[in-house]
């Protein structure tokens, strides 16, 4: 730290490089961080307000790991209020360092971020809702095919096929925002309890496993927060949904699904999963899963040895 201090105070590395090694310092160090803060501060603030955007990521990130390291008392009312001002102005145009960023900020703030929920939280449903862009071209000449940033390109028969992985990136992480939010802040996000119901169809996403997943880690925490709220039929649509998944038979998320329903029944009290009827039933579902996905697994393995016999 002291190197990067010297280094910095003699203009001997970039500044945005400096922020992030301090922000990869503070997220390591975490309390620790607490004797350099009064040095580092004065070097990463100013970059909140820049225009160079390298630079103004660098500080949200660096901003956002101080404040976690620190805790948002110390860090300070002005500098929450210049971060979040700043994360504001620029969430209409997300970017990976602002919505990690600002899912950081409302896990440090809690209760705190209250003053900011009903003009970031709106903001956030828009990105994890937003319908994913898709390109298709009729060609895979790629003389005729225009590229854009952002998107992944794959050549299907005749046709190539692009989808903003940039979308995609930031759906996943406005989930996260999402989860933060209703465990962090759940008194704030009860005015949007029906709203959170439509995150529900994205267990199936089709596009990403990482927005499926992010979906499987938030539902048990969404049936604590329904069940808070007495709001026992969004808890067993959940149950519900996890159940049909599960039935799909795949078996590289089955893990990640049964530890989400695991997390959901410990919480789920409401009446109709009381009953004697339920629990054989889900254990039928559940075993004849792992059963199709076992013989699944089995025959691929087979197919594997014969392939083998064949090239030999």
Not at 24 to 31: L, R, T
Not at 130 to 156: H, K
Not at 202 to 229: G, M, N, T, W
Not at 299 to 307: A, F, M, Q, S
Request: with cysteine; proline share 3%.
């Amino acid at each position: 730290m002291n190197a990067l201090l010297k280094l910095n105070e003699e203009g001997d590395m970039y500044s945005y490089s400096t922020l992030d090694c301090f922000a990869a310092i503070a997220d390591n160090v975490e309390e620790e961080f607490l004797k350099y803060y009064e040095k580092v501060l004065p070097i990463v603030i100013p970059g909140i307000s820049s225009t160079e955007k390298r630079m103004r990521e660098s500080s949200w990130m660096c901003c956002s790991l101080i404040a976690t390291s620190v805790k948002k008392d110390k860090f300070g009312e002005a500098n929450i209020k210049l971060l979040m001002d700043s994360l504001l102005h620029h969430i209409d145009h997300p970017t990976e360092q602002v919505m990690d960023t600002l899912q950081r900020m409302i896990i440090c703030l809690g209760s705190d971020f209250t003053p900011y929920v009903k003009t970031i939280i709106p903001k956030i449903f828009l990105i994890a809702y937003d319908q994913v862009q898709i390109r298709i071209f009729d060609t895979m000449r790629e003389e005729d095919i225009v590229e854009e940033e952002g998107f992944e390109y794959i050549g299907i028969q005749h046709r190539k096929i692009g989808i903003s992985m940039k979308q995609i990136e930031n759906k996943s992480r406005a989930i996260c925002c999402l989860h933060a939010a209703i465990v962090h802040c759940s008194n704030d996000m009860v005015e949007y309890a029906q709203e959170l119901t439509n995150l529900f169809p994205l267990i199936s996403f089709a596009y990403s496993d990482e927005v499926r997943l992010a979906i499987f880690s938030i539902l048990p925490s969404l049936l604590k927060f329904y069940k808070e709220q007495n709001m026992d039929n969004f808890c067993e649509r959940i149950i519900e949904i996890l159940i049909t998944k599960i039935t799909e038979n795949n078996e590289e998320e089955l893990d990640k699904l049964l530890i989400s329903l695991r997390e959901c029944l410990e919480v789920a009290t409401v009446p109709r999963l009381e009953t004697n009827a339920f629990v054989p039933a889900m254990l039928q579902i559940i075993n004849d899963s792992v059963t199709n996905i076992t013989n699944k697994i089995a025959n691929r393995e087979e197919d594997d040895e014969e392939d083998l016999k064949v090239s030999n």
